[in-house]
Nanobody, 113 residues
């Protein structure tokens, strides 16, 4: 199983980024997949997830600003991040599975004030 994230970068506060996570060796449409983020010295936290049935879940801190979606043809999930804030700065990780859990290598998002 391989999860490859892309789309991170540096953006000013109020800007937008879209993260992508291309999955191989696992079918995105039949697995719960999600995005987590981590800053140094803190635990990795859930940002958003999408179940096999399409149910989405968001952290309170990103509700209304971030949107998780899935492209079953491309076997890819996305995280559209709008109205970014400096506190969104973190390494963002793609995650798949519930029992057997897989992680991507992470992509850095930096939001300047």
């Amino acid at each position: 199983v391989q999860l490859v994230e892309s789309g991170g970068g540096l953006v000013q506060a109020g800007g937008s980024l879209r993260l992508s996570c291309a999955a191989s060796g696992i079918i995105a449409s039949v697995n719960t997949m999600g995005w987590y983020r981590q800053v140094p010295g803190k635990q990795r936290e859930l940002v958003a997830s999408i179940s096999s049935g399409g149910r989405t879940k968001y952290a309170d801190s990103v509700l209304g600003r971030f949107t998780i979606s899935r492209d079953n043809v491309r076997n890819t999930i996305y995280l559209q991040m709008n109205s970014l804030k400096p506190e969104d700065t973190a390494v963002y990780y793609c995650n798949a599975g519930v029992i057997d859990v897989y992680w991507g290598q992470g992509t850095q998002v930096a939001v300047s004030s």
